[in-house]
């Protein structure tokens, strides 16, 4: 979102949603649906706020450190 | 292939309106996810409408705070509505596959019957309509083929080849007795046709070279390879002009002859030769890599 020369690049609705979809049935991310007055007072619409599960900064800190992360989602059959 | 050039027909109508361009296109965007979202469940429904429209606000927003005009803002927006229309199609697709994943291949047998009967027999123009609607569970064999499934039923002389040979592989799919990796053998034998029928003259050709794309996509069925998936698409749109610019109908212009006879043989090169390449370098590269780091994560 920051850099300019990007924005033309920026992700489709539908390949955030699909990410983060994944991200978030394999635990990495957490989600909510923004409460309370401020998207009323503000007149826009609510935020879907995600956040790094204790999985996910595990997972961030192992790829930084160029170590190979491999995720499966038991149960959920993929 | 028709809704990307209707949103952009709309876009061009936008844009001569600059003044209701920024919620136009905010209300265009909302209007194809909402088209999108049809028939999916209320909950999922619920969802996707209100992330893409909290979305589309940030962007928005964003792009003001960064300095840009609001008419260039909505132009930026527009570009990403339209460019995300396929993975948008995915998406909704996905939800057909994941139904026919669920209920495994008897699903297709029904499927199968009633289209191959359909084509073959009873009605053949209802069943092009009846069959582009079931595109969504035929695609568990074509996935990432919606595009060039589009193209093909966009061109009439294509359309009916095409849908005969989705019902076919539907239907022998479908069969319970039959796996599916005897169908990828059956389906391959046409993809020879062209270059027997080429000397030989025959008229039928131009639905061989169908049925041989078909053969050439149920392989790549799965590769998520987007040199590969590029190279087809590439192929057909050639193929489509050159048969448009020709036009051929029931006798065939040499071009889309002598096309559909390279176009076989380097299918049939790729897949057996650089497909292979590539998996076994995938795999080899994957296994190295678990092998000498040791250290995966496992969650």
Redesign the interface.
Known sequence: MQDAENRLLLPSHGSIYKLLSRLTKYGVLESRWEDGEAPQREGRPPRRLYRLTGLGVEVGQSVRAGITVTLDLNGLGV | MQTVLMALAIGVLLIGTRAALPTSVQTL?VAW?RALVLGLPARVQRR?L??????V???R???LL?GHGAPEAAS?QL???V???P??L??RTSFEIAIVRRFGKWALLPLGTLFAALATWVRPEAAEWLFLLSLGPVTVFLQGGIFRSLILLGNSIFRRHYVLTLAAVALLAGFPILPVKYILPTVEIPSLTPIIGLPAGVDTIVAAGSVSMMGTLTYFVGTRNRKVEAWILLSILTMWLATGAFGAKDSVAPLVTIYFGYLSIASWLVYHYLYRHWITQVKTHHDR??AT?G?????
């Open positions: 965007t996810t996707r209100a992330e893409i429209r909290s979305d606000y940030e962007h927003a964003a792009l960064e930026l570009f990403r509505l460019r995300g229309m993975e948008d995915v998406w890599q678990a780091t250290a995966s994560t496992r969650a």
